[in-house]
């Protein structure tokens, strides 16, 4: 299952629902003409019979973190295409065979003046990053992998710290602009803001939203400006978030520890 959620001059992205015990997503982003990035491959197959239908030619496999899941496609890809695979600069001997290792405010060009920074974004893991694709008119859209999702943001139990990835959301990802669309690792929409209504059950926009999915049979795609109205972890300093917290807490920070630990055992 795959449709186009983004298209500006030669950009495409396309959403790829694998249908993987894990809810993974997969992209593929489609630019000048026949090229093609791809994002996460869940499964080589997928992919290739998608690259097929398009006609277009994988440039590169961009990795967000070291998981299995995000990676298993690699190697089929690389020998069906001999495209090069890409990761963060810590996946060093954590995913094989990567060629170009991206640090933080790297720039992939796309051309036409559209490009993709990269972000270091620990928390989740420590060889995360994220993948913001900016045009003219500014930035578009978020490719997250597993450090926020819809309505929610990654575990930390895998390889990762929660305190990091708090500084990572609250530094570098809650100010992104309203306007830029979120593209996450998961399909977690529903249990999510299941936990935003748990959590803030007055919460009008997730009560909307939730009904809207279940009603739904397409994935709902969110910007960030939606994310700040029914995303838990962006509502740190709501007074009926923190008035349901166990104890007492004077600083946001404080706030996103206690809801990912609460979260872990939902």
């Not at 994988?58 to 690389?78: A, C, F, P, Q, Y």
């Not at 803030?200 to 109205?229: I, Q, W, Y």
Request: proline share 3%; net charge negative; aromatic share 12%.
């Amino acid at each position: 299952m795959w449709r186009v959620f983004y298209q500006v001059f030669l950009v495409k992205v396309h959403q790829i629902y694998t249908h993987s015990y894990l809810r993974n997503f997969t992209y593929i982003l489609e630019f000048n003409g026949n090229k093609a990035f791809c994002v996460d491959p869940w499964s080589e197959d997928q992919v290739l019979e998608f690259l097929d239908k398009r006609q277009l030619e994988l440039v590169s496999v961009i990795n967000t973190h070291e998981h299995g899941d995000h990676t298993r496609g690699n190697d089929g890809l690389k020998k069906a295409t001999n495209c090069q695979i890409w990761a963060h600069a810590n996946a060093k001997g954590k995913i094989k065979g990567v060629e170009r290792f991206l640090s933080a405010g790297e720039t992939i060009s796309i051309g036409n003046g559209w490009e993709i920074n990269v972000l270091d974004t620990p928390g989740h893991t420590f060889a995360h990053l994220c993948l913001l694709l900016k045009g003219p008119e500014g930035p578009a859209a978020l490719f997250s992998g597993d450090t926020l999702f819809n309505a929610g943001v990654g575990n930390c139990y895998n390889g990762g710290d929660p305190e990091v990835l708090y500084e990572t959301v609250a530094k570098q990802l809650y100010g992104l602009p309203d306007n830029v669309l979120l593209y996450p690792g998961h399909e977690y929409l529903e249990n999510n803001l299941r936990f935003t209504l748990d959590r803030e059950p007055s919460n009008k926009d997730a009560h909307d939203l939730l009904s809207e999915t279940l009603e739904s049979e397409e994935f709902k795609v969110c910007s960030m400006g939606l994310e700040r109205k029914i995303n838990t972890f962006f509502r740190l300093e709501n007074k009926e978030i923190r008035e349901g917290l166990p104890g007492e807490f004077s600083s946001d920070k404080q706030v996103f520890l206690s809801l990912r630990q609460l979260r872990d055992k939902w």
